[in-house]
């Protein structure tokens, strides 16, 4: 394919895009195929010979399409959300053009690796500074990191990964994390001769998107060296809204933090967004400098060397798309596009409280609402798997304080009232034809 | 921006893409900038009101394309190649569109770091079922792994990662591994009371693109335990070719093989293609199930959970670009696109080979010609800097045996032989002019 193709098929795909955007809830939003239907559509080699563009295309609807979850579908409540903005994307074929290899990391998952790998590496560094008989396996096997219960399974795969152990603290009724749990745990392991080194505080978890106490977690990780790490993956972006500002009380005392401008910024995956109080503190866990990757610049101060905090040498050109999604929608269209997701959670919660036969779980901060049918566990799987079955809406599950629960979060920057109002209909509907049946 | 907009700006996007690839050669291959300059020439916040699209392309070419290396020049010979292609960028366009979030990795780093983690807590496990009285901090401080002094920095920086001690394996006089060399060390740290239980052979060294001898390696590792990974991220997507595949003997030892199809074979950054031997011994050292991320085909045997594969949890749906590439080059114009390239490379060696000033310092296998100026590290330095200084073309140095040597690696898939040869006469003409300088 030359430049003269690329151009026609370029514009081909671009109204392609379009169209299928602007179609997408014509689509079921979840595959209704097992897996590995696409092994019999698919040849099981690479062709010989080149094949045309328009094949490829008509097998992008017949082979891949079939099997896609729509994540921009209006009823996609699955998750949270992963950003699409038009700019982005636009963004994206320049990224792809320009093809630069940047040397920072893609996800939430890393940044708190990076930062558990950090907080062991001087861990290390300030016991053997005092104990220098001390070998560094020795403090390594008495390390020990902290994170809500609640928090996300990324946190206890960092600590998997950096070897060391990984205490769960247990969460308030509001799910989230107090100081004096903390605290309790970090004497009774001190105590026992071990060395509290790293808090991961989560700012809106995964489960139900609640607030850790950071005011009072934070003092106590500054007393204790205890490096402190903030994951604001989904909730982080809400933060550019004022009126979600006191929900960052705390982060002052906070070594590290993270959150992902694809889930909720209108930036296209994958994008995420960290930040270190003292880049020292990585820099240091993961310096490498071969010849081939030297340049003028290292040591003028000028550039800040990515490459060196990150477990990827490279990376893609993502700053391209923050750039493109902040200039074409401006801090009034992003905040506009927060409180706009916050108020249509707000309007299915209100749907949900006038349902006598359904409770919700936890407070309603942001964009998610975890409900459920009172009664069993059993009853509410049987009405997610009637949800998942029907495909008209997508949601997933999470379990609260040994609860099967819906969770039902506003993803698509589509989704408008009508869909909350139709999703509700439907759910209410299934939920009819559920009680009816003789088992319950 | 609306659909409408989008269907317009994405023509004009695909034009500026296509401008842009047709006329990068009159750009100059590296910015002549101070690291910095962009500071002045954005505002230091975002703006409070959308801007219009045209603003924010005026300044792609003002502010942004002067600070741009264009890894896509054809005088861009630098590191090792950045693939691209319009295929590829055409998928890129539709993978943004869907915007899915799979559950793989990166880069062949990443890859690296899988491997090595999963080797530990193989290690760790086999030992403690025949001693289970030891602990794992203390099999995890007798853990050794090794790889070529010519290796990667990435594998040093896996090593650091997790935790373990690296060796780095002496090389022959064709700056690979023998098998000789690696037993030779594996005996002495047994002796000494260490477990040998990692080996990263590397396929393609990113200095000289050396070979280790993976047919007389594979064997020390099956019979030691040691896990054996190949890195060839670069030197691997020429094992499309019949002629290059001997180089590959040896790989039916190997427990994980890696290569990068996003440097060689024409997929777009990122894309970074794995295989494990045993499944079972990456997703046991990561495997979480949290229960938003349960699926109903978990247990079927149907699904491949790539996410119990990797550090991220996340990933963008690559596998669209390959599919892409495969399909619209095919087997045989991948395959030309090698053999090209490698055809490039032995041009410009004979090149060299015929300036009695030089010398060739590796044997030139595939893309990537180590060559230098007889005479002091110093001289080549300066001839390197007056390249740089230039801006004609891009290359960076690597150190063999100590000597300050170049690298000139054929990197654009736009690179042909009449860019090689001006790349020559460009550096003959610069060679010309340092040694009339007075100081040599």
Excluded at 146 to 171: C, D, F, N, W
Excluded at 187 to 209: M, N, Q, R, V, W
Aim: glycine letters at 6%; one cysteine or more; aromatic letters at 10%.
């Amino acid at each position: 394919m030359d430049a003269a193709e690329f151009r026609r098929r370029g514009r081909e795909m671009v109204d392609y895009v379009a169209d299928y955007l602007e179609n997408i809830e014509q689509r079921p939003v979840y595959p209704d195929l097992e897996p590995g239907y696409l092994r019999s559509l698919i040849p099981s080699e690479a062709p010989l010979e080149p094949e045309s563009y328009e094949d490829v295309m008509k097998d992008v609807e017949r082979v891949i399409m079939p099997g896609i979850t729509h994540w921009h579908s209006p009823y996609f409540f699955a998750y949270f959300p992963a950003a699409s903005s038009y700019p982005a994307m636009l963004a994206d074929m320049l990224c792809g053009a320009i093809g630069c290899i940047g040397f920072s990391w893609g996800t939430a998952s890393e940044a708190t690796l990076i930062s558990l790998l950090a907080a062991r590496c001087k861990a290390i560094r300030r016991v053997q500074a005092t104990n220098p008989e001390i070998s560094e396996a020795e403090v390594l096997s008495k390390l020990v990191a902290y994170t809500s219960e609640q928090a996300h399974s990324s946190v206890e795969r960092a600590a998997l990964i950096g070897g060391v152990m990984m205490r769960k603290v247990p969460t308030d009724k509001t799910y989230a994390v107090g100081g004096h749990m903390l605290k309790q745990m970090v004497e009774e392991d001190k105590a026992a001769g071990f060395i509290p080194f790293y808090f991961c505080a989560t700012l809106g978890t995964t489960p139900s998107c609640a607030f850790d106490h950071t005011t009072e977690l934070g003092p106590i990780c500054n007393d204790e060296n205890m490096w402190m790490h903030i994951d604001a993956a989904y909730a982080g972006s809400a933060f550019i809204c004022p009126e979600f500002r006191p929900l960052l009380n705390g982060i002052e005392f906070a070594d590290s933090f993270n959150f992902n401008p694809h889930k909720w910024l209108l930036v296209n995956f994958d994008c995420s967004a960290m930040w270190v109080k003292k880049r020292t503190d990585i820099i240091g866990a993961f310096k490498m400098e071969p010849l081939y990757l030297k340049h003028e610049n290292q040591e003028s101060g000028l550039v800040t060397d990515y490459r060196h905090w990150q477990i990827p040498l490279g990376r893609r050109f993502r700053s391209l798309k923050l750039w493109f999604v902040f200039r074409m929608y401006g801090l009034k269209g992003l905040q506009a596009h927060i409180r706009k997701q916050v108020a249509l959670a707000k309007e299915f919660e209100s749907l949900v409280r006038a349902d006598k036969r359904f409770e919700i779980c936890a407070e309603v901060i942001m964009g998610l609402v975890c409900f459920r049918l009172k009664g069993s566990n059993e009853l509410n799987q049987n009405l997610l798997k009637k949800i998942t079955k029907s495909q008209e809406i997508h949601l997933v599950p999470c379990q609260l304080s040994g609860r099967f629960v819906l969770r039902f979060a506003i993803c698509a920057r589509t989704t408008e009232s009508r869909h909350i109002q139709q999703a509700w209909r439907h759910i209410t509907q299934l939920t009819f034809e559920l009680l009816q049946e003789p088992s319950h």
